[in-house]
């Protein structure tokens, strides 16, 4: 693998140029992407080198499966992501030059269900036993099968599996490799047992996964393990936590309260006197969750679409229609979704994708996902920096023919109805106002939209209502920035100083130039400036949204600093909030 300054331009969509000048040291190569990559790291691309092209080329946020990373392995992908290069390891935008933004999610193991281990495989060797069609198999729930099951009884460690399935329940064996019907419960009067019939033909390997399509099933929404994978993530700061096997609200709420005592109890990180949990991704992965998803939705702070298990779980025919529906509700919800398992899987043996799999991506952008995902393809396969590329190629084209088909509709008929997003109800103030402001940085052909928050709470609400132009996030701490990589079209950048109670001329100015340099706008572009007012004789503190035309980004003397502004700017105050 080429090093990243050395590497081949079809590598990256984005670049770094380095620059004397710390204001001009990034641009962007091409259109600047709204839905951003989560993409895994793991042994082919955990080595840094690998690892500084995978995040070059798009990677927003890296994902850290712990179904599989040892605390070893996740400490080498931690450190290694935080010695990549980014924008402010180029002095861009901080007062702490020598960080990148890019989030680490981690993917608990979840409260799975497993099948034990086999004393000896086939020919000899431990990869797995062949289940032949039609044999009689008891699967037990008794310990001492989980280090010696055969072929005629399998070991589960669900326990209350005999009271959970019903005669001609289905039961499946790693991801559906094997499939089993049950016969009968508790024969001979063993309450450990049931009898299955296997339906379909195939080789099962040591501790795989199980799967009961439709059960309802009791298990504690963390195991220990999760426990301990969850204090180590925030002793190392990370900032997603991805909940497997989550079954309804409460669920989130268990894994919120433990993340919030463990932020308290091992590491404090602190925004504003506030400390800071990771933030926690449902991930939607049985028919228990689907159930009850409305709920889910609401109490998490995002989605995950597992296709993974998801797709064992129901009729692998209505796996689309459910993608889409759940895309859909999370956006009318305001809430950000990741589409997730296979969506290039092919990649890990072959450089180029297939073209259903172009597709895929494709349209889960054009649905409204906020993130897509690569799981094998950038963790284990061959290619990972060519499947980050592709990915992020595959964006630019689907996003980009959503901006030519508002045009289209624009110019035809004067409006943006035809393709217009699937966004929340406006029920309160704030909504209002993202709402406009979104609707304004259309009419007026805005390049981009500049947000100066303290918490991110102002870009969060703006992203909602999905603009077609990037929203340059300018926010005071490391942590609120990476927490806005989960939402589409927030590109954070920390500002170098609190910029709350500067001037407006200043603060406007300081805005511009900055997202000059980052390449988000250029001299006569139109920008939307966005930020919170303080409160005044009469008003209570407002956010405001103002106009601005980019007409000059050469650095000011300081002659013209002290009598004109470096960008003209036309006043638009909305609503004060209450």
């Known amino acids: 693998m080429q090093s990243y300054l050395r590497r081949p331009l079809q590598f990256a969509l984005r670049r770094a140029r380095m620059s004397t000048h710390p204001t001009e040291g990034y641009t962007w190569a091409s259109k600047i992407p709204l839905t951003k990559i989560v993409a895994t790291i ?26 599989h990373a040892t605390y070893e392995e996740a400490d080498l992908r931690t450190t290694n992501l935080r010695k990549c290069v980014g924008v402010h390891q180029q002095g861009l935008g901080s007062k702490d030059a020598g960080f990148n933004l890019r989030a680490i999610m981690l993917d608990t193991q979840g409260p799975e269900i497993r099948t034990g281990s086999f004393t000896e495989g ?24 989980q280090y010696k099951q055969t072929t005629d009884t399998i070991f589960c460690s669900y326990t209350s599996l005999a009271t959970t399935v019903a005669i001609d329940d289905r039961i499946l064996l790693d991801d559906g490799a094997v499939e089993l ?6 024969p001979n009067g063993n309450k450990d047992d049931i009898k299955c ?36 993530g925030i002793q190392n700061d990370v900032d997603f936590i991805a909940a497997s096997f989550v079954r309804k609200a409460s669920d989130i709420r268990a894994i919120r309260k433990y993340c919030s005592q463990m932020t308290k109890d091992v590491h404090r990180v602190v925004h504003d006197g506030e400390i800071l949990p990771p933030k926690i991704i449902a991930k939607v992965e049985n028919v228990e969750a689907l159930k009850n998803l409305d709920e889910i939705i609401s109490e998490a702070d995002g989605v995950m679409v597992a296709r993974g298990d998801l797709g064992v779980e129901i009729p692998m025919q209505t796996l689309t229609n459910i993608q889409k529906d759940i895309v859909k509700k999370c956006n009318i919800a305001g809430k950000p979704v990741i589409v997730a398992t ?42 990972p920096v060519v499947a980050v590329d592709t990915m992020a ?61 303290r918490n991110g709470n102002t870009c969060i609400n703006i992203s909602k209502f999905r603009p077609d132009v990037p929203i340059v996030s300018i926010v005071p701490s490391q942590k609120v920035g990476r927490f806005l990589q989960l939402h589409r079209g927030c590109h954070p950048v920390v500002a170098s100083r609190d ?46 949204m103002r106009v601005a035309k980019v007409t000059n980004v050469a650095a000011l003397t300081s002659d ?15 609503t004060p909030l209450n």
């Open 42 to 67: 793991g042994p082919a691309s955990e080595n840094f080198p690998v690892l500084q092209d995978v995040t070059a080329s798009g990677m927003r946020i890296m994902r850290i499966n712990f179904s």
């Open 122 to 145: 086939i020919d000899g060797e431990m990869a797995g036993v062949q289940m032949e069609l039609g044999a009689i198999v008891t699967v037990s729930v008794n310990p001492e099968w």
């Open 181 to 186: 019907k049950v016969t009968e419960i508790h």
């Open 197 to 232: 019939s296997v339906v379909n033909a195939g080789v099962l390997g040591n501790r795989k996964g199980v799967n009961l399509p439709g059960a309802t099933i009791d298990l504690p929404p963390m195991s220990d393990k999760d426990r301990a994978d969850i204090k180590w």
């Open 342 to 383: 296979q969506m290039l899987e092919s990649m890990q043996k072959n450089p180029r994708p297939t073209r259903a799999e172009c597709t895929d991506v494709s349209n889960a952008v054009l649905d409204g996902a906020d993130c897509v995902m690569l799981s094998g393809e950038s963790a284990k396969g061959k290619y």
């Open 393 to 453: 190629k595959l964006i630019q084209e689907a996003e980009g023919w959503i901006s030519r088909q508002r045009e289209i509709d624009y110019q035809a008929h004067g409006t943006q109805q035809l393709h217009k997003p699937i966004v929340p109800e406006i029920t309160n103030h704030i909504d209002g106002m993202a709402s406009a402001i979104v609707k304004a940085s259309r009419n007026l052909r805005a390049k981009c939209i500049i947000v100066l928050s």
């Open 499 to 544: 910029l709350s109670s500067t001037g407006d001329s200043e603060r406007f100015r300081t805005a511009i130039d900055t997202a000059t340099s980052l390449g988000f706008c250029k001299v006569g572009d139109t920008v939307i400036i966005v930020c919170y007012e303080t409160a005044v004789a009469k008003l209570s503190p407002a956010v405001s």
């Open 560 to 574: 013209q600093n002290a009598t004109t502004p470096s960008n003209t700017i036309y006043d638009h105050q909305f």
